[in-house]
């Protein structure tokens, strides 16, 4: 285990989100059974009653995963003056590969975590939208389903605790198979090697896949205007899923455009395929990431409050929710490409 200022304080909101965690699903839990059971109306207002903890257990959950998230690479990024092999984050994701001993886990566990921190934000901001749909309902029409929402988020929230908490405290000391005196370079080589990151596109294909960037990306922010403009209660079951699927098939792609061309281009380092160093060269460029993938999650939350919240009481303003949501996601969109072609042209 490192222990520095970043691991205690990571440790810290472990354990804090860890027990709100726990809260959250047990209280979510007796309260979608006792909403499935009651019918009267002065039971429904007891049931929202003891929903208020519920949701302001929930709201202060959504904050800390929020906030985890930075301070998880903050985390990262300490560690990279402990390993003199490692030039950036990704080293640090290698610490461990290929060892023996309980470190062999420490990859797997990061893996892990960069995929269930976006995760956990997109859930966090899924629940909090429908809770805010919710409210402006007439009785509650939707809060079984605010309920199993925030159930996910505790849920979600004990596991990515949970591993998290599971890499600080495991030690980070590698230990390695012992091998012959004449294995020993070639071993050093290897292991230095592991804390570079590979290259993996062809030069030929650097500019397929810039154009394919960016006639995705405009596609997406035409039809986002289209669907924006046009949004209306009659409408809403048909333009999720194309939107949906043109924003899926364009993450991919903008996380593959940003590692493999954005970031040798703007580091000034052509045969350095590596984002991670971004964080601490080009920092600006790290604005248009948060604005992209604040977009992606607007899309995806337009597209599931159409699906969950959609009721009686919430057809007269469920669209102007929706419309907001998805000016936020075009202006984002819009802001991301911009940023990264003033980069790419400054570079």
């Not at 520095?4 to 809260?23: K, P």
Request: proline share 4%; glycine share 6%; net charge positive.
């Amino acid at each position: 285990m490192i222990l520095n200022g970043y691991t205690i304080l990571s440790l810290f909101l472990c354990i804090l989100r860890l027990m709100l965690s726990v809260v959250i699903v047990a209280t979510g839990w007796s309260s979608w059974r006792l909403a499935r059971r009651i019918s009267q109306l002065d039971e429904r207002e007891a049931v929202e009653s003891r929903s208020y903890l519920l949701f302001l257990s929930a709201i202060v959950l959504m904050g800390i995963n929020v906030a985890s998230w930075p301070v998880f690479y903050a985390l990262l990024q300490s560690y990279v003056r402990e390993w003199p092999a490692a030039m950036c984050i990704y080293g640090v994701t290698q610490i461990g590969a290929g060892t023996q001993g309980i470190s062999r886990f420490l990859p797997g566990l990061l893996t892990s975590l960069q995929w269930t921190k976006p995760l956990l934000l997109f859930l966090c901001g899924a629940g909090f939208v429908l809770y805010l749909i919710n409210r402006r309902t007439r009785s509650a029409a939707i809060q079984q389903r605010v309920i199993i929402a925030l159930l996910f988020i505790g849920l979600g929230t004990m596991f990515d605790s949970a591993v998290e908490a599971a890499y600080l405290v495991i030690p980070k000391k590698e230990i390695h198979l012992a091998g012959g005196c004449c294995t020993n370079p070639l071993d050093e080589i290897q292991q230095a090697e592991k804390f570079i990151p590979r290259l993996q596109l062809d030069e030929r294909q650097r500019p397929r896949l810039a154009g394919a960037y960016y006639l995705l990306n405009l596609s997406l922010i035409a039809t986002l205007f289209g669907v924006t403009v046009g949004v209306s209660r009659e409408s809403i079951r048909t333009w999720r899923w194309p939107l949906l699927l043109i924003a899926s098939a364009a993450l991919p792609l903008s996380l593959w455009y940003l590692v493999e061309i954005a970031a040798p281009t703007i580091l000034r380092l052509p045969f350095h395929r590596c984002a991670y160093d971004l964080i601490t060269v080009a920092p600006e460029s790290m604005l248009a990431v948060a604005f992209y993938l604040l977009s992606c999650c607007c899309v995806g939350w337009a597209c599931l409050a159409a699906q969950v919240g959609r009721c009686e009481q919430t057809a007269p303003f469920l669209p102007d929710y929706l419309r907001r949501l998805l000016w936020l996601a075009l202006f984002g969109y819009a802001a991301s490409l911009i940023i990264v072609a003033m980069e790419m042209l400054l570079a």
